[in-house]
């Protein structure tokens, strides 16, 4: 049994199938937290993308489209026959603070 500085043929070889499975598991990892990122990214586009067309998709929408949308953007509305009353659900209420302010990423 050859052996350099006492570890022998064997144990390095050992080492080495350890070392590379915890290497694919953490590439493996990786892979995942990129997909996950790039799917945050195109979901937070296309909320960006709705609430600055919502007014002219409102406009131009069908009685159930409008329902989808006030359904989609909205939380607890209500109408006392005067005047909507509402909040923003998540993230558009975000997006409601956030007009306007001139501290974005704080």
Known sequence: MESYRGITKEI?????????????????KL??????????YVTAEYILQLAQQSSVLFKCSEHEERRLLVKT???NATWDGVSLCYDYKEPFN??????????WGA
């Open 12 to 28: 390095y070889e050992a080492k080495l199938n350890q070392y590379d499975s915890e290497l694919q598991i953490i590439e493996d």
């Open 73 to 75: 953007v909205l939380l």
């Open 31 to 40: 892979l995942r937290v990129d997909e996950v990122d790039k799917d945050f």
């Open 94 to 103: 975000l997006l409601a603070e956030m007009n306007g302010s001139t501290v």
